[in-house]
């Protein structure tokens, strides 16, 4: 993907049944880096085809399915990645918690602490490219499951990504979109942006097109996993006496039986 108003250029890599990688580079710099890394054929091929070397590669969170490419691509890349999962984490030459800045591609990266999927998951956004990698944290129209933290972790952490502004392109880590789409429609079937939406996603995924990244205000208004303070979302599904987080909490437990 290239945006015009870009300082860098953003490369969506497909990796095993329903990963995606993602490359960024800087054209004036030559500076490339990769997020999150699912396996190493893939990522090499197009590495290899831009003529691209990798500077950096930034981890998510520690499962296989995201770092099992690592120790092919690595290279001499500096590989950065949450100190409170250095232990489980492949071996890391910068060690970063919420907060750090990071000076990536030529960009002011911002680490954000997103626990609920895993307990040390972490996202990365740029915000002078409008991006922000996500991992498994907040995905498109749907959220990781909860392996290890909790409902008000995995709540707070959507929280913080829904904040970002709005033309932010989110990043996240699998092809999950149309089950996800199907969900969201069975909660809330009237929203007319989700239906208009369900459209463009199939139509992607008929031309074997990604459905991500995927814009930020498109999933506040989509996405029900950001919509559980949502009065009208809360209302529809008869949950409007709970807290939020109740609320949230209810949401994904239907989705894993869904």
């Known amino acids: 993907m290239t945006n015009a108003s870009s300082p860098v250029e953003l490369v969506t890599v497909p990796c095993l049944r329903d990963n995606y990688a993602f490359l960024v580079h800087n054209h004036a710099t030559g500076d490339t880096a990769l997020v999150d890394a699912p396996e190493a ?13 990798l500077t950096d590669i930034l981890l998510t969170h520690h499962h296989d399915d995201h770092v099992g490419g690592l120790a092919t691509l690595r290279d001499g890349a500096r590989v950065i990645g949450a100190s409170a999962d250095a232990h ?14 990071l000076h990536i591609c030529g960009q002011t990266t911002h680490v954000i602490d997103v626990p609920g999927h895993t307990v040390g998951h972490i996202a990365f956004h740029m915000p002078d490219a409008a991006l922000a990698f996500t991992g498994d944290s907040l995905m498109a129209l ?15 952490s959507l929280r913080k990504l829904r904040a970002l502004p709005g033309e932010t392109q989110i990043c996240s880590g699998h092809e999950y979109t149309e ?42 208004d989509t996405n029900p996993f950001l919509r559980a303070d949502d009065a009208g979302l809360k209302a529809h599904l008869g949950l ?3 807290p939020d987080e109740q609320v949230f909490a ?9």
């Not at 489980?88 to 800045?101: I, N, S, T």
């Not at 429609?185 to 208009?196: E, G, I, R, W």
């Not at 209810?250 to 989705?255: H, V």
């Open 179 to 220: 089950s996800n789409a199907r969900f969201a429609a069975s909660l809330d079937p009237d929203n007319s942006a989700l239906k208009l939406r369900i459209r463009a996603i199939d139509a992607a995924r008929a031309a074997g097109k990604p459905t991500v990244p995927s814009g930020l205000d498109e999933e506040r």
């Open 88 to 101: 489980r984490l492949p071996v890391l030459d910068l060690a970063v918690a919420e907060g750090d800045l």
């Open 240 to 242: 409007q006496e709970l």
């Open 41 to 53: 054929s893939p990522i090499a091929a197009e590495l290899a085809r831009r003529n691209w070397r």
């Open 250 to 258: 209810q949401i994904r437990a239907n989705k894993d039986k869904f």
């Open 142 to 156: 749907g959220c990781g499951r909860l392996f290890e933290g909790t409902p008000a972790q995995m709540w707070e």
